[in-house]
């Protein structure tokens, strides 16, 4: 005999990946960079760029392109990083560069 949940919101269908629309949790994140991204990269373009990458998950990144010498801080979603660095296995801040490097 099946039994119905008394709770079906906890129950998501496998592959679905729920990230909040909104900050959840923000942190200020430091980041090294490379000089070339200098006055390119902004605090509200990479929250844009991990939330859009953490919605849609692809492996198809380029790779890190190091932490270079400049340095910038943003303030990002906190779970936003965990699940970026997560998926693809990789610390905080090369997760945010290669995802970065995607865009710029």
């Given at each position: ?5 008394r ?11 729920r990230?909040d629309?909104?900050m ?8 090294r960079m490379?000089r070339?991204?200098?006055?390119r990269v902004d605090?509200?373009s990479v929250?844009r760029w991990?939330?859009?990458w953490?919605?849609?998950p692809?492996?198809?990144?380029p790779?890190d392109?190091g932490?270079?010498?400049?340095r910038?801080?943003f ?12 998926l693809?296995?990789?610390s905080e ?12």
């Amino acid at each position: 005999m099946c039994s119905k949940s008394r709770n079906p919101a906890r129950i998501r269908p496998v592959g679905t990946l729920r990230v909040d629309a909104g900050m959840s949790a923000p942190r200020a994140f430091t980041l090294r960079m490379p000089r070339a991204w200098i006055g390119r990269v902004d605090s509200q373009s990479v929250r844009r760029w991990l939330r859009d990458w953490c919605t849609h998950p692809t492996p198809q990144l380029p790779t890190d392109p190091g932490a270079g010498d400049y340095r910038a801080s943003f303030t990002l979603s906190k779970r936003q990083l965990r699940v970026a660095s997560g998926l693809l296995d990789t610390s905080e801040s090369e997760a945010v560069r290669r995802i970065v490097a995607a865009r710029s």
